[in-house]
């Protein structure tokens, strides 16, 4: 190990870099490769789809340090917003979906002034703000959002395309975060993350700088919503705003480790597949066993996979991001 | 107000419900120079020094920087018009590197990462804790992360530096190396706001003190003045 | 305007299920209070003292009542092996609350299944009621139009957990105020290092606590089984979001505030769904929790916050 500290920091930089940069490659090629290898669509969509959310989530919660259990709100927008342009509208999905993700950004916005809470009555408050939500979504007027039914994309759902864009969203998803991480916002976040006093007295604008976070985070959500209407075709509140979908990004985002960039990436692959498996093989035990496997994370490995090992091996720190 | 007075209050009031910890304090900290604030327990010595820097929201009087009226503002925004800090129970970011510690107070500098990372070097250097530049904050003793807060604070370099308790629970090796840094940084034109216990320390850093009870200022003046006023000796029960 | 049986009815349900409300509240709040710990599974401790009350009644023919005591002495012990096994490694974490949170989440959804697996995934009616099924309180004269009066019973069932929920909080009170392992668990709740300063065993307290909570927990699973028409094994997150709108409402860690907070949001509930459409009185609950968070954090009776 001691080989380790006389990498001076060009190189250290450099490894770290080839081997993430390697990891991104190894991702686009393999999930672009899929269609045409004949693999299983729904399952690589997943996969891509609950890395986005992950990754995303970590943006506001790994760095930033604000558990948004509302987090779905975002996504459901931005399936709804796809949704009701596509369909009411008659515009395109091409033109739809990044206006999901704009959509989104204008929720955060609105919802920005919860941020100055904090700790567990920020969670809640946007736990409760998601149910609000669906409850209003049910409520709206039946032509505009299809009532407690939802909407269907019929004819303009597009599987093939519609993986494509999910596989762009997971590439900038992935790209934005590396960014972040050695970006001075991703300074200032993480700082906010560890003390947001201490961050302001020391002349970190909190406000603004968690507020690009946080609007980060929700356009990443609501695209993966709109992308995922595209896909599947079919949405109702229920789904839309199902709060296992937090849950789920929550844990898988946490197994890797929050905070890091590879985390949210290695706790969703290892936890989808791990799903699957338990799934396919004990449907009847696969609640009790996600809850087993979420209590013992938090009990014993709360900085997750990658986090614990960077906490073990402070040495790594400096080559894997 | 004077005009080379660096950082005035006036009538700083500072309530909690029922309870006033800071009860209309006058302070004046002329440029260049150490104050020192003492007073036993409670006297309300960090609860002022939060209303200066904007952590707390004061309910009664002004606070002065320069000759600006910055009451009110953000912690962040007077921060940025060069006042630093540092923390009784120090507030260093503890899942974040020492380098990156550092370089948190400088993000809006446009000097390059490079020029910022040797700059940041060099100041744990002179803390000692080079070695440990790419641990986190929280892998470092109770003494190191003071040490880390004082190097924090000459990074980005203010003119009006608060030390809360720089001294409490710091060996006597330490404890030197921190006076010599104060020192050193006195010289070359900055300004303190110092509380402590310390009294040694105090007398042999500050070139005037003031000495709150109950929220007020009961004293104020040279070290010597100090050392033999009737109420602060009363406030101290006799303490030396 | 409405009718004036409808209108009492309203009132009464609001006393009897605010009390209730309260009791959740209360267990609720000594876990967030003492503990620190955001008990998401809460609902589903609730849930499974109903089912508990249930099996005891079907399987054995034992009265509610009587399945009370017992049920409290059950979950008092579940609790106290609950808090050696999770919270003592809770409390190494970066984030204590969040971390609870999550865990109880997890530990919810392994409760969901056990329940399920025991007795299926159906809403069970709970087959019990008192002689005389209904207690009429008093006649309302021309409710439903001249010559036609109405009157306002109340199921005897609820009157009877009304009756011994008001009993418990009673005793409750008398607990948190006058008894010192009561007065220890105020004090705990409002300055942890001191409390341990002044030699009292912060665990022993701490896992007493943790017993107390699950077997109030528990008991109030009973009683809800006598109030309500039947229970749900996937009931437990409107149990719990009740229970969270109460103790911010009242208070984070104030006991007696829980108490009170509880029997308003009753009323509030019981009113919403008399002059609400039914998706909007859903939503009531939450926009109360909103709002006190934002306007008034320490709630109607706390002087401090979990923060």
């Known amino acids: 190990m001691s ?13 770290r870099h080839t081997i993430w940069f390697g990891l991104i490659a190894i991702v686009v090629v393999w999930f672009g490769l899929m269609p045409t290898l004949g693999g299983n669509l729904s399952l690589y969509f997943s996969l891509m789809l609950w890395v986005t959310m992950a990754t995303a989530f970590n943006i506001i919660a790994g760095f930033t340090g604000y558990m948004p259990f509302g987090y ?37 916005l609105i919802f920005a002034p919860t941020l100055r809470l904090g700790g567990i009555y920020f969670a809640i408050v946007s736990l409760s703000l998601a149910v609000i939500m669906q409850r209003i979504m049910g409520l709206a007027p039946d032509d505009l959002t299809g009532g407690s039914h939802g909407l269907n994309l019929g004819a303009k759902t597009n599987r093939q395309d519609g993986y494509y864009a999910m596989l762009l969203v997971l590439v900038m998803a992935l790209t934005t975060v590396t960014w972040l991480a050695r970006s001075r916002l991703g300074k200032a976040l993480k700082a906010i993350r560890d003390d947001a006093e201490a961050a302001d007295a020391m ?64 706790g969703t692959v290892i936890l989808v597949w791990v799903d699957e498996l338990i799934w396919r093989e004990f449907p009847i035990l696969n609640n009790f066993l996600l809850g087993l496997i979420i209590a013992l994370l938090i009990l014993f490995m709360p900085r997750g996979i990658v986090g614990t090992l960077m906490q073990r091996f402070p040495r790594m720190r400096r080559l894997i991001m | ?54 952590l707390y929201h004061n309910e009664g009087g002004k606070v002065y920087l320069n ?20 923390f009784q129970v120090p507030r260093i970011f503890h899942r974040m590197s020492l380098i990156d510690n550092l370089l948190v107070t400088s993000l809006d500098s446009t000097l390059s990462d490079e020029q910022l990372t040797e700059r940041a070097e060099s100041f744990l250097e002179r803390m000692n804790l080079f070695e440990l530049r790419y641990n986190h904050g929280e892998e470092l003793s109770g003494g190191q992360q003071k040490l880390l807060e004082l190097a924090r604070v000459m990074m980005f370099d203010p003119d009006l530096i608060l030390l809360d308790e720089p001294f409490a629970g710091v060996n006597p090796a330490l404890c030197r190396l921190l006076i010599d840094r104060i020192l050193e940084l006195r010289d070359s034109g900055k300004s303190f706001l110092l509380v402590s216990h310390d009294l040694t320390s105090i007398y042999k850093l500050s070139d005037r003190i003031v000495v709150l009870n109950q929220g007020q200022v009961i004293a104020e003046g040279g070290v010597d003045d100090i050392k033999t006023d009737p109420a602060v000796i009363e406030a101290y029960l006799g303490q030396q | 305007m409405i009718n004036e049986v409808l209108f009492w009815n309203a009132l009464i349900g609001g006393v009897v299920f605010g009390v209730v409300y309260a009791l959740i509240g209360c267990s609720l709040n000594v876990l967030a209070g003492v503990l620190r710990v955001i008990n998401f599974a809460h609902g589903e401790f609730v849930i499974a003292g109903s089912f508990f009350a249930f099996a005891m009644l079907n399987s054995f023919g034992i009265h509610p009542l ?119 668990l105020r004090a705990a709740t409002m300055n942890r290092e001191a409390v341990q300063i002044v030699g009292i065993n912060i665990h022993q307290l701490s896992a007493m606590a943790f017993g107390l909570a699950i077997a109030l927990a528990g008991i109030t699973g009973v009683l809800l089984a006598l109030v309500v028409p039947s229970i749900d094994p996937n009931g437990g997150p409107d149990i719990a979001l009740i229970g969270f709108i109460v103790i911010v409402l009242g208070g984070l860690g104030h006991p007696v505030g829980a108490l009170f907070a509880g029997i308003i949001f009753g009323f509030v509930e019981q009113f919403s769904n008399l002059l609400l459409p039914q998706a909007a009185a859903q939503m009531v609950g939450f926009i109360i929790l909103v709002a006190v968070i934002f306007v008034r954090p320490e709630g109607l009776f706390g002087k401090g916050q979990l923060k």
């Not at chain 1, 001076?8 to 450099?14: F, L, V």
């Not at chain 3, 007795?119 to 009616?125: S, V």
Request: net charge neutral; proline share 4%; glycine share 10%.
């Open chain 3, 66 to 184: 009587i399945a009370l005591p017992i049920s409290a002495v059950l979950f008092f012990f579940a609790g106290v092996v609950l808090y050696y096994v999770l919270v003592p490694r809770l409390a190494l974490s970066d984030e204590p609350e969040t971390a609870s949170f999550l865990l109880m989440f997890g530990v919810s959804l392994m409760m969901v299944s056990v329940i399920t697996w025991f007795f299926e995934a159906d809403i069970r009616p709970m087959n019990f009621s008192f002689e005389p099924i209904n207690v009429t309180l008093f006649k309302v004269a021309d409710a439903y139009g001249p010559g036609r009066d109405g009157r306002v019973l109340v199921p005897t069932a609820r009157l009877v957990t009304l009756v011994v929920n008001l009993a418990l909080i009673i005793a409750l009170t008398w607990f948190f105020y006058r008894t010192l392992p009561g007065k220890a």
């Open chain 1, 3 to 15: 080989s380790l500290t006389q990498i001076d920091e060009a190189q250290a930089s450099r490894i």
């Open chain 1, 203 to 266: 002349g970190v604008n909190v406000q603004r700088s968690r507020l690009y976070a946080w609007l980060m985070s929700a356009a990443f959500a609501s695209l993966c919503g709109g992308v995922q209407a595209w896909f599947t075709g079919a949405l109702d509140p229920i789904t839309a705003f199902d709060v296992l979908v937090t849950a789920k990004t929550v844990i898988y985002a946490m197994a890797g480790g929050l905070g890091t960039v590879t985390g949210p990436v290695v």
């Open chain 1, 72 to 108: 779905v709100a975002f996504y459901g927008t931005g399936t709804y917003a796809t949704a009701i342009l596509v369909v009411n509208f008659d515009i395109s999905p091409y033109i739809a979906i990044p206006m999901a993700g704009v959509a989104g950004m204008v929720l955060a």
């Open chain 2, 67 to 86: 000759g600006a009226d910055v009451t009110h503002r953000t912690p962040h925004e007077i921060a940025k018009l060069g006042v630093g800090r540092t």
């Open chain 2, 1 to 54: 107000m004077t005009a080379d007075a660096i950082l005035t209050t006036e009538g700083l009031t500072k309530r909690f419900g029922g309870l006033v910890a800071v009860d209309g304090i006058d302070i004046e900290l002329k440029r260049g120079t150490v104050l020192g604030m003492i007073g036993i327990n409670g006297a309300g010595k960090t609860t002022a020094m939060n209303c200066i820097n904007g």
